[in-house]
């Protein structure tokens, strides 16, 4: 029996999630972001891995991005204590405005016609993160080209629906016997492409149930 997504928010990603199945997907997009804040209006993201595979997760391609945080931006103690990123070390990093050009160029091969993007998070946080930084900067046009916000699914949502005890990253990939180096985005998004390997093949044809 498939468990009810708990949320309307959470249920519309699984809807368009199953929709985006049934129709051109080509590759998945996994992303994970180590960010200055829990808001996305008000923090910035610091560290962005993503990983592009094909269906088969087969990896293409992967890369780490960092990007200085904005003036304007707060800094949560607390997210540095998870992250563990020194804001020294983070004002170091190249320009926003750059990192965003060079994420851009790295999703440059891929449409979000046929590429879903896959996180470990409740809620689209990661994507949420991500689109508000290229608002900013009036790329968000750019950035739809190549991912798109009908084309997201969450691993949180697939672990709920395989009914775990528990969701949370480590306790999954302790579960699963899956490396993981908590709050490093590498070692993240590389912990939720295995997860979401796994259960897409778990689900089989419930995920378009």
Known sequence: ??????????????????????SNTEHYCFLDLETTGLDPFRADWITA???????????????????????SSCWDEGAEKIHKIPRDVADSYPARVDALHSVL??????????????????????WNF?????????????LYRHLNYKNLES???????????????DYLCGKYGISLKHHDAESDVSAC???????TRKLGDQLFS
């Open 49 to 71: 891995a993503f990983i592009v595979t094909d269906i088969n997760h087969l990896v293409i391609k992967k890369n780490i991005f960092t990007a200085r945080p904005d003036r």
């Open 130 to 142: 991500l689109r508000c930084s290229f608002y900013k900067y009036d790329l968000a046009y750019d």
């Open 155 to 169: 691993t949180i949502d697939l672990s709920k629906r395989l009914k775990h005890e528990k969701n949370s990253l």
């Open 193 to 199: 492409m295995e997860l979401h390997k796994i259960f």
């Open 105 to 126: 160029a790295f999703l440059s091969p891929y449409s979000s016609t046929s590429t879903r993007l896959v996180f470990h998070a409740n809620g689209g946080f990661d």
């Open 1 to 22: 029996m498939v468990e009810a997504a708990p949320d309307l928010l959470e249920k519309s990603l699984f809807e368009r999630s199953k929709e985006f199945h049934r």
